[in-house]
């Protein structure tokens, strides 16, 4: 699930991911990389890193494997989708409820022993997910399958200022699947489908 390219070729990093149930249906899968702090942090679909055990969230400091809780490997229960580096707070989202045994509605912020939620109960809808996220004059969009933000109406897109969420706009139609930032402080957001969505946001005021 994770591989990288080194003076003489690709290699896999220690005995890289493993899911506890593999099967054709069941594989361990890597769907966000973030590099930090001399380390890189992965998150996905995963049970075990290099043979430790780390549920859906792990690091490597570039010779070994581990988990970002010790205790039993804890992550969270459910896909990570994509993580990001806001202000300094290592950010993983995805289709998750729980972080680290802390209630966490889709995302969290981990902290070097422990998760923490981003506002007191994150997004909610039917089957939640966030699949992307952004930095955006100063405050971290993230966009996926939604409905509210904190109890705050917010469709498919919402932004939080590092205090409190806040829709983004009227929202995106469709779900999304991931964001891009264009030159000139706009957001395009593309999503279901195969189409792109016509989003182009600039902070709402």
Known sequence: ???????????????????????????????????????????????????????????????????????????????????????????????????????????ASFHGDHWEPVGEHGITGVFPRIRDMVEFEDDLVVAGCFTAADGIPAVNVARWDGQAWHPFGAGVSAPVTCLHELPGGEIVAAGHGGKRIPCRASRPR
């Open 1 to 107: 699930s994770v591989t990288r390219r080194g003076p003489t070729g690709w290699s896999t990093p220690g005995s890289g991911l493993n899911y506890d149930y593999t099967t054709d249906f069941y594989k361990p899968y890597a769907f966000a990389l973030l590099p930090m702090a001399d380390q890189l942090f992965v998150g996905g679909e995963f049970s075990q890193a290099g043979g430790i055990e780390a549920v859906r969230a792990a690091r490597w400091d570039g010779s070994a494997w581990s988990s970002l809780v010790d205790e039993h490997g804890l992550g969270t229960d459910g896909y990570v989708f994509t993580n990001l580096d806001y202000r300094g707070d290592l950010i993983f989202a995805g289709s998750f409820d729980d972080a680290g045994g802390v209630s966490a509605g889709c995302i």
